[in-house]
């Protein structure tokens, strides 16, 4: 098993990772979740986790600062830092420490679930046992075996990139080199859906889970930004559009 520490001063979303570490099961162990540095510290000394969860804001301590020290006393720990701000100074300085993920709240349970794929494969793969592990993975947006290459990087860019507003079928046409009326009909032709239906379609799923786990403090306009709306007007009526309910009666609902 490995072990896996959360290191986070927020006691919603630090229960809410071990939660989903816990749910998530074998390979990974929760070893343990700290709401300060100091403390953390101590176990990661004794324990030497394979992942540490850390929030890059704790109280008067930085989680840099933290990332640093484990580096040198875990050097083999992969890191996963966490934070509110979209800095450009904190992704820079995450990039320098080697950092395996950045992650930005609020973080849907789909994305976390998705990130501790990403993190078995890498353990896996450093034990020799290949890139994909093969012992977990969660339904597919659509079904790999009709899919053509492109339309499959297509997909998976999205299901990674959503939160970008301004993704559209010009830009990934360009970025894989093909025409964008031919982009368009490859995708509807393999997936049924369009390009902005697909997109649309992760975006509210992520929503969904946004929602579920947000509680009553979550703030709408939060959510709208994390899943590439900038307008939370707009996201709330192509929510009702797709789902037949407000974003704001889904959340409150039982």
Not at 138 to 159: M, N, P, Q
Request: with cysteine.
């Amino acid at each position: 098993m490995h072990k896996i520490i959360v290191v986070e001063d927020e006691g919603k979303i630090r229960r809410g990772f071990s939660r989903w570490i816990r749910e998530y099961g074998s390979p990974f162990q929760l070893a343990g979740e700290f709401a300060t540095a100091e403390e953390a510290l101590e176990s990661i000394k004794e324990q030497k986790p394979a992942v540490c969860f850390l929030d890059i804001q704790l109280g008067n301590r930085n989680g840099l600062f933290l990332a640093k020290q484990i580096r040198e006393i875990s050097p083999e720990s992969l890191l996963v830092m966490i934070t509110g701000y979209d800095y450009f100074e904190y992704a820079y300085e995450s990039i320098k420490l080697q950092v395996f993920d950045y992650l930005l709240k609020p973080v849907p349970k789909s994305d976390f679930f998705k990130l501790l794929e990403r993190v078995e494969d890498r353990l896996h793969s450093r034990e020799g046992q290949g890139e994909e592990s093969g012992q977990r993975r969660k339904e597919h947006l659509v079904s790999r075996e009709d899919c053509s290459g492109i339309t499959l990087r297509v997909v998976d860019y999205v299901e990674r990139h959503y939160e970008e507003a301004d993704l559209s079928v010009q830009k990934l046409a360009k970025m894989f080199g093909v025409n964008r009326a031919y982009l368009s009909r490859l995708m509807k032709e393999d997936t049924g859906y369009t390009f902005t239906e697909l997109l649309t379609k992760v975006r509210i799923e992520k929503a969904k889970d946004l929602l579920d786990e947000g509680g009553a403090d979550i703030r709408m306009y939060d959510v709208a930004k994390k899943v590439g709306y900038r307008s939370q007007h707009y996201f709330s009526r192509v929510f009702h559009k797709s789902e037949n309910i407000s974003p704001s009666d889904y959340k409150s609902k039982d």
